[in-house]
């Protein structure tokens, strides 16, 4: 006799499949950038997008209003519309939990998750240190959390930069082969 399950793991459950779903309809867009031809200069400008995020917070409340709004404004955009379009092309090794992910697919999740769980933990060290200079100087609190969230937010990105960049080209047989008649 098996029992129901819960109404938590019923919602794990619909959540999970709802995650599947969306990975599969994000699995059909842009097959033919699915090279590293396509991918390295996006990784590129999402790696321009953090370092721009970067040197805005270095000059919150200490240079130009108008400049610090341009670059962070401009490397927001930069940054959000690249790390999506990276994410739906290194597909669901980038996002959090599937379980439609074979070994190869896993292998590459955990090496890149490592990977930008080190790079996060020493730009959260950098971050510590930057708040410790800025300290004492006017305004060095908020100067500091704008560093923090500067770097979290690259430290975040991390993961899909390795995997976009080093991720092998997709053999195009396989991609049509899974995509599926239905």
């Given at each position: 006799?098996?029992?129901?399950?819960?109404?938590?793991?019923?919602?794990?459950?619909?959540?999970?499949d709802k995650m599947d779903e969306r990975e599969l309809r994000h699995a059909r867009r842009l097959p033919g950038w699915r090279d590293r031809r396509h991918r390295r200069p996006l990784v590129a400008a999402l790696a321009l997008a953090d370092l721009g995020l970067i040197?805005?917070?270095?000059?919150f409340t200490t240079g130009s209003d108008w400049l610090y709004g341009a670059l962070w404004c401009g490397s927001i955009?930069?940054?959000?519309?690249?790390?999506v379009?990276?994410?739906i092309l290194t597909g669901r090794m980038s996002g959090g939990f599937s379980r439609l992910l074979d070994e190869r697919e896993r292998e590459w999740r955990h090496r890149v998750t490592y990977a930008g769980f080190q790079i996060l933990s020493y730009l959260m060290i950098v971050a510590m240190i930057y708040g410790l200079l800025v300290a004492?100087?006017?305004?060095?609190?908020?100067r500091g959390a704008m560093m923090l969230s500067a770097l979290l937010v690259t430290g975040t990105t991390m993961p899909t930069?390795?995997?976009?960049?080093?991720?092998p080209d997709d053999d195009p047989e396989d991609f049509e082969e899974g995509m599926g008649n239905d």
């Amino acid at each position: 006799m098996t029992e129901r399950p819960g109404r938590l793991a019923a919602y794990w459950e619909r959540q999970l499949d709802k995650m599947d779903e969306r990975e599969l309809r994000h699995a059909r867009r842009l097959p033919g950038w699915r090279d590293r031809r396509h991918r390295r200069p996006l990784v590129a400008a999402l790696a321009l997008a953090d370092l721009g995020l970067i040197v805005s917070a270095s000059i919150f409340t200490t240079g130009s209003d108008w400049l610090y709004g341009a670059l962070w404004c401009g490397s927001i955009l930069l940054g959000g519309g690249t790390f999506v379009l990276l994410r739906i092309l290194t597909g669901r090794m980038s996002g959090g939990f599937s379980r439609l992910l074979d070994e190869r697919e896993r292998e590459w999740r955990h090496r890149v998750t490592y990977a930008g769980f080190q790079i996060l933990s020493y730009l959260m060290i950098v971050a510590m240190i930057y708040g410790l200079l800025v300290a004492h100087t006017e305004d060095g609190g908020v100067r500091g959390a704008m560093m923090l969230s500067a770097l979290l937010v690259t430290g975040t990105t991390m993961p899909t930069i390795v995997l976009g960049w080093s991720l092998p080209d997709d053999d195009p047989e396989d991609f049509e082969e899974g995509m599926g008649n239905d």
